[in-house]
């Protein structure tokens, strides 16, 4: 029997703590060897195929007793292949996001009670930040073009969806996984666009910098 399952406050979904963050629409390859996450993906499988992913702030991703974040992406499994040593590789990819609520024992593997978060309904400026997050990008994209450092530009279809559109652009962003983590968390879309905005001019500042210092005699 699976241990994902209801409760009165919150969802049980085993969790995935990683070094990365997984954003909405993101794509999450795994090789999982760990035999505590080879459990995992057994009751996963038996269920709905969904487990948690969060990151972790601070310690490793073997062996249990990091720091992990309170805001993380229930992950859908796509794919998988096992290996005859108990591995496995997965392909999943990201859906709605959620809170933890609390952490639970890490018996057979981590488990947590979140509550998955609704998507948000359309803010009144969230298109206009969107086009100048945009914007921001292709600035960005050119400059790393002009001065040599990007031998050719990402793929240019974006997405018609505001929220797609909005997670898509997060991806496409050069930033930390703490970076993408700040994003993830933000509280509202429009927070998340003026974020990944500032963190583009941000890395176009530096990129700017670093240009310049190249091209000193």
């Given at each position: 029997?699976?241990?994902?399952?209801?409760?009165?406050?919150?969802?049980?979904?085993?969790?995935?703590?990683?070094?990365?963050?997984?954003?909405?629409?993101?794509?999450?390859?795994?090789?999982?060897?760990?035999?505590?996450?080879?459990?995992?993906?057994?009751?996963?499988?038996?269920?709905?195929?969904?487990?948690?992913?969060?990151?972790?702030?601070?310690?490793?991703?073997?062996?249990?007793?990091?720091?992990?974040?309170?805001?993380?992406?229930?992950?859908?499994?796509?794919?998988?292949?096992?290996?005859?040593?108990?591995?496995?590789?997965?392909?999943?990819?990201?859906?709605?996001?959620?809170?933890?609520?609390?952490?639970?024992?890490?018996?057979?593997?981590?488990?947590?009670?979140?509550?998955?978060?609704?998507?948000?309904?359309?803010?009144?400026?969230?298109?206009?930040?969107?086009?100048?997050?945009?914007?921001?990008?292709?600035?960005?994209?050119?400059?790393?073009?002009?001065?040599?450092?990007?031998?050719?530009?990402?793929?240019?279809?974006w997405e018609?969806?505001?929220?797609?559109?909005?997670?898509?652009?997060?991806?496409?962003s050069p930033?930390?996984?703490?970076?993408?983590?700040?994003?993830?968390?933000?509280?509202?879309?429009?927070?998340?666009?003026?974020?990944?905005?500032?963190?583009?001019?941000?890395?176009?500042?530096?990129?700017?910098?670093?240009?310049?210092?190249d091209s000193?005699?």
């Amino acid at each position: 029997m699976s241990d994902i399952g209801a409760s009165n406050t919150g969802i049980v979904m085993p969790m995935f703590p990683l070094g990365s963050v997984l954003l909405p629409d993101g794509v999450l390859p795994l090789h999982i060897f760990e035999p505590r996450f080879q459990q995992l993906l057994n009751h996963a499988l038996e269920a709905d195929r969904r487990f948690g992913v969060v990151l972790i702030t601070r310690g490793s991703e073997v062996g249990g007793g990091e720091t992990r974040a309170d805001i993380g992406t229930v992950a859908t499994i796509d794919d998988y292949q096992r290996f005859d040593d108990g591995r496995a590789a997965v392909v999943s990819h990201g859906a709605s996001r959620f809170r933890v609520i609390e952490w639970l024992e890490d018996d057979p593997y981590p488990r947590a009670l979140i509550q998955e978060l609704d998507p948000e309904p359309e803010g009144r400026n969230d298109h206009d930040l969107l086009r100048t997050a945009r914007e921001s990008f292709d600035a960005l994209i050119e400059l790393g073009q002009k001065l040599g450092r990007l031998e050719s530009a990402p793929n240019a279809d974006w997405e018609s969806d505001l929220e797609a559109a909005t997670w898509q652009l997060a991806a496409r962003s050069p930033c930390t996984p703490l970076d993408q983590y700040s994003v993830l968390s933000a509280p509202t879309r429009a927070d998340r666009l003026m974020l990944i905005d500032q963190l583009l001019r941000d890395v176009y500042g530096d990129l700017e910098l670093m240009g310049g210092l190249d091209s000193s005699p």
